[in-house]
């Protein structure tokens, strides 16, 4: 008698350890097949299939998580009476993501696979425009400032940062200072008060680790 095969349930675990190995081997330029994607991980090449229908949706999924993690990060950051302390700590967690999960992080911006979902790739820069919004409307920045066009130039020097640290250009103990003096030089163009700026950014980037953001603090 012939039986039909059962279709094998889908295990979250196993589908986080295959897009973590695949983001691993992307950043490692190692070949990434069938075989070499699953060794190691306890996971049979059909698990490829059953996840991810496949090497592009596998594709499409590193990239995804990517992006998820990052806003779950960022959304986890507390409102604070200081809404320019609050786009710094954003920054903060923006920094201690890349850092846990470089791998990831560098296969987010790997354009050539497409997103599952697209719009879960603006969820996290929109927090940072929220609160660049609520810098203005508070008051701290310019009346005429751009909460768009200010959090696009943070996230771009930040990403710019970061992407020479991942890829071991730089030490990743430079972060904070440097990251500390753009967002000064960023939000004072974008209006703040030179001083108060400086406390609110420095503040930030002092407590590091708070709120779930990681380790990226100046240890002073």
């Known amino acids: 008698m012939y039986c039909q095969p059962v279709p094998r349930t889908a ?4 589908r986080l350890r295959l897009v973590e190995r695949a983001a691993a081997m992307l950043a490692a330029r190692e070949t990434v097949t069938l075989r070499s994607l699953v060794e190691g991980t306890g ?5 490829v299939y059953t996840h991810f229908g496949g090497m592009p949706g596998l594709w499409r999924a590193v990239r995804q998580e990517g992006f998820t993690r990052l806003h779950e990060r960022l959304a986890r950051v507390p409102r604070t009476a200081d ?3 609050d786009v710094a700590a954003l920054a903060v967690a923006y920094a201690a993501n890349a850092l846990d999960s470089p791998a990831l992080y560098r296969a987010m911006f790997d354009a050539v696979a497409d997103l599952e979902d697209p719009a879960g790739a603006d969820r996290g820069l929109a927090l940072l425009v929220a609160a660049a919004a609520r810098a203005r409307d508070e008051g701290r920045l310019a009346p005429a400032a751009d909460p768009s066009a200010v959090a696009t130039r943070l996230w771009v020097a930040g990403h710019g940062l970061l992407s020479l640290v991942v890829q071991g250009v730089l030490p990743a103990d430079v972060v904070p200072a440097h990251s500390v003096e753009t967002a000064v030089a960023l939000l004072t163009a974008a209006g703040d008060d030179p001083g ?3 406390a609110s950014v420095a ?3 002092a407590l590091g680790s708070g709120a779930d953001t990681g380790s990226v603090g100046t240890g002073e």
């Open 196 to 198: 108060a700026c400086r």
């Open 11 to 14: 295990d979250p675990d196993v």
């Open 83 to 85: 809404p320019v302390h």
């Open 43 to 47: 996971a049979s090449t059909m698990a």
């Open 203 to 205: 503040r930030a980037w």
